[in-house]
């Protein structure tokens, strides 16, 4: 962060106080008769979809009692955002970063403390999140995970559309470099390995599994899901895709515990989707599709941002042509 729009952790306090009686006041902890606060975690690289898959959820209004830890709304509560948001919205996206992750763990922590349930994304960057499993919160809380997988090209080009249409639109959004992306992939194994436990120890906990590629039509479609159904063990569910169902003995993919062993575990259902180059024909030729179509908006950026781009979805393009 630059120096230029420093702020200080009494700046964080003070925008905290300000949103609070708005984030607590209208829910209520423990409520509906829950035992225990619920987590509801929507997990994956950088472009996989998770604000997507999180918003088709948080339509369902199933979560209007869970306090959210992060709105693209707090990144404006910054003391210096007037003067940030005069150089452009992937600009005002970068200086504001650490920001809203630090007003956002505030947040989390008076939830935490008053066992409020909580909206999280989880980037598969973040490392800390690693540790997930032996937090004070681990096991305090029901846990709903949603794990998205996507093929590591795919989620790249994904960051370079979503953020060319955020730059049209005037969204804050920020140009994902494929090294935030390989860090994700670096760190999935112990991240969700820490997710998957956490839901292993508290019963009523799930842990859902998606895709998501061109195969997909870009939609996250559901893998498997399992459910705690006691201390230890984690039990393969039935699934549903559209007007499909498929019972557990059909499904190949599963994740699974009995007595605190792993049997099939959710990194290796993960990997078997997002590793490795895009192969299918199908596949390769949207790529191409998608990067060209992707170029006519860099006509909006300045040069910067608009240079590393082109490179980008070019190097895509002659990765991918069908020759």
Sequence with gaps: MSNKYAYTKQDVEKVFHEMEEGLFASRTPGADDESVP??????????AGKTHLLNELLNTSRYSNYVPLYEPEYRTRHPHYDEIEKHGVVYAYK????FVRDLGAMIFEKSLEDKYSIIMEAGLETHEFAGFQSGEHACLYEYEVHVIASKKDFAHVSTIVRALDSVKENKLERFVSLRDIDAGMANANAVLNAFEEACSK?????????E???????????????QCT???????????NGSVSVPVAMNQVRIEYESGAVLFGVYKAFSDIADGAIFHRYGREKMVLECHAALAGTLHLDRKDAELAVNNLYSYILKYAIR
Excluded: H, W
Aim: include cysteine; glycine fraction near 10%; charged fraction near 25%.
């Design 212 to 226: 998501r590629n061109f195969g997909t039509d870009k939609k996250s479609r559901m893998i498997c899901r399992s």
């Design 38 to 47: 619920k987590m509801l975690v929507v997990v994956g690289v950088e472009g």
């Design 95 to 98: 200086q504001t970063e650490a």
């Design 230 to 240: 006691k201390v230890g063990e984690l039990r393969p569910q039935p699934i549903s």
């Design 202 to 210: 508290v019963p009523g906990s799930e842990i859902t599994l998606y």
